[in-house]
């Protein structure tokens, strides 16, 4: 008869522990959704900020003009379509192969060292 009076009360304990987490999960969610809703419409409009020029725009290039500066147009124009997208690709292709390159010779390196100067110490005492 004890083991069911315990079986049971895992039971009630189970069922409160699944109500607190399930209750847990609805507050969490209402709070990111308020706190997407507040941010969303508290940010903004692009009408809004069209009244607003970069600091390129107001400061740079109006010091630009007056030296006799053109802003002339880029090397790379990175604007057009997904370029920028791509060359940000590379980049973390070319990182990431040389990161995971010498990744190995970093992490070994130390061990080897570690290894060569307790070898060295104990050789000596």
Sequence with gaps: MKLRVKSSELRVKKTKNRL???LFTVYCSLFTVAL???SHFSLPTSA???EW???DESVVEKYAKDHGREAKEPLINTDQGDLLLFMFL???VIGGFAAGYYWRM???GR???AEHGKGKVSGNV
């Design 111 to 113: 061990t080897k060292t």
């Design 53 to 55: 020029s970069g600091v």
């Design 20 to 22: 607190s987490r399930l």
């Design 90 to 92: 590379i980049g973390g």
């Design 106 to 108: 970093l992490t070994e």
């Design 36 to 38: 997407l809703l507040t």
């Design 48 to 50: 809004f900020a069209a």
